[in-house]
């Protein structure tokens, strides 16, 4: 075909009959197949070769980083399935039964309505074509009431691999999401390009966290918002295109999850994006339970295996004024006071002792977070 005729440009290191072959494939017989089931469109063939002969006529240092970059995605083999070329692996819908386990960690995150919603998403995808997807959220609270671990855990949790976070009130949070041009030093791929890609292990449908969303400014020139409008418009996230390799990819499989202190300071058109949650303080019996997911979450580490997961009333009372960061820290180095007190013959079911979280250096900064009765 007319395409398929057109001078190639073949990449260093290729014979140009079989790069030849390899794009003939590529045009004739992706765009007519059908992928994989679970796997995602990710880019357009034609796009993608029509983009590789533009760098192949132009000269300079980023440049050659665009075309280093753009190689790795083009010059492997046909798969078995030339239809799944230029696609990318999508996470399925894990067993229903995984939100329990948050629900006990994140009682507070339960009473926002978060996993109840998440549920919800999980059976709409798996009633679907069994791949995970959810709307986007936003979890506002005051700090420390465990946003930024709860994204994690959920990650844990659904079996995502592919996770970014970025922190949205630093300067250059846009340049992090969306790339900056091959025509700027220290020019690079952005996050979004990075996750997707296969040839970085990429997923289509990706965990991405945005810390401090309340902080963007819409005045910055590096300010990530203007990329997020695209991103989290689901047609307008079909079309997105990154500055260092401009052509179109597929990016509206992407779960989004934002946090922030306080919702109102958000652009109208931004917010509107999302779906919200206030999450509450926790009440006193929320923290315990809380404390609990911590040490169990440790549980998982090595030096885990020689304790109990029984945490008595006296180690739970000190933890109770603490934010989740905090627990994890006095948790952890209670363990190692725990292992030195029963001595290196005795690393068998050990249990937390009083005395093993309270002889903790508080620290002159440390700032206790109330709870609710």
Not at 34 to 62: Q, T, Y
Not at 87 to 98: E, M, Q, R, S
Not at 251 to 264: K, T, V
Not at 293 to 310: M, Q, S, V, Y
């Amino acid at each position: 075909n007319e395409v398929s005729q057109r001078q190639l440009n073949c990449p260093t290191g290729h014979d140009r009959e079989s790069w030849a072959l390899f794009y003939d494939q590529v045009v004739t017989r992706v765009l007519e197949g059908i992928p994989s089931p679970h796997r995602h469109r990710l880019l357009d063939p034609e796009e993608v070769f029509a983009f590789w002969d533009s760098l192949s006529n132009s000269k300079g240092e980023g440049v050659d980083r665009t075309r280093e970059c753009f190689q790795e995605l083009i010059e492997g083999a046909i798969p078995d399935n030339p239809a799944d070329l230029f696609t990318v692996p999508l996470a399925t819908v894990p067993d229903l039964k995984v939100l329990e386990s948050l629900s006990g960690e994140f009682p507070h995150f339960a009473r926002a309505g978060v996993i109840d919603a998440l549920s919800e998403a999980l059976f709409l995808a798996r009633a679907g074509d069994g791949t995970l997807s959810f709307d986007p959220m936003l979890l506002l609270g005051d700090p420390c009431v465990g946003k930024s671990r709860f994204f994690r855990r959920l990650a844990q949790v659904l079996g995502i691999h592919s996770t970014f976070e970025i922190d949205c009130a630093i300067s250059s949070a846009g340049w992090i999401l969306a790339g900056s041009s091959s025509t700027w030093a220290g020019s690079k791929p952005g996050e979004i390009l990075t996750l997707l890609t296969s040839y970085r292990g990429g997923l289509g449908n990706p965990l991405v966290f945005l810390d401090e969303i309340d902080k963007v400014r819409e005045t910055r020139d590096t300010s990530p918002i203007h990329t997020l409008y695209t991103l989290l418009e689901p047609e307008g996230a079909k079309r997105f295109r990154d500055e260092f390799c401009p052509i179109r990819m597929d990016a509206s499989r992407i779960l989004w999850i934002a946090a922030g202190n306080e919702g109102d300071l958000l652009p109208a058109p931004l917010r509107s994006r999302f779906r919200i949650f206030s999450i509450p303080t926790p009440t006193l019996g929320e923290k315990r339970d809380i404390a609990k997911g911590i040490w169990n979450e440790l549980l998982d580490k090595p030096w885990g295996r020689h304790f109990t997961a029984f945490l008595p009333d006296s180690v739970l009372d000190p933890l109770i004024p603490l934010s989740p960061r905090e627990m994890g820290t006095r948790l952890r180095s209670a363990a190692g006071r725990a292992l030195a007190r029963v001595g290196v013959r005795n690393f068998k079911a050990i249990e937390l002792k009083a005395e093993d979280v309270c002889r903790h250096t508080e620290s002159r900064n440390s700032k206790a977070i109330g709870f609710r009765e």
